[in-house]
């Protein structure tokens, strides 16, 4: 999460880590993203990040592949969320329209 939130700086990413229930420090996290994940992160938010195309409410961030695509983290789970509905009802349709076929060939067979 601090990887991909890294252009917000330490600042607002203790903040965001507040949102999610996780007391930290913005000095605890520019520490722990130093020492565990070698990344010096900046104080405030950097340039380069553009409003969510699809919420414009919050920030698409280039260093991420959600930012590439334009979405803030959010709205790309939710589109990754549909992509994976989508898939699980196309395989749904496509066993059953097998069933169906299955079917129409052992009656046929039945009926000779
Ligand atoms: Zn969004």
Redesign the pocket.
């Known amino acids: 999460m601090v990887r991909q939130h890294r252009e917000d700086g330490y600042l607002m990413i203790s903040e965001l880590m507040r949102g999610r229930g996780l007391d930290r420090s913005p000095e605890a996290v520019k520490v722990h993203a130093r020492k565990h994940m070698g990344l010096k992160l900046p104080k405030y938010p950097t340039g380069g990040l553009k409003p969510?195309i699809?919420?414009g409410?919050?920030a698409a961030r280039p260093s991420t592949q959600a930012g590439r695509a334009g979405?803030?983290p959010?709205?790309w789970d939710k589109r990754k969320t549909e992509a994976y509905a989508e898939g699980t009802e196309e395989l749904r349709a496509k066993r059953a329209y097998d069933n169906e076929r299955k079917l129409r060939k052992t009656i046929k067979r039945k009926l000779r």
Do not use: E, G, M, Y
Request: aromatic letters at 22%.
């Open positions: 969510c699809q919420c409410r919050f979405f803030c959010s709205c």
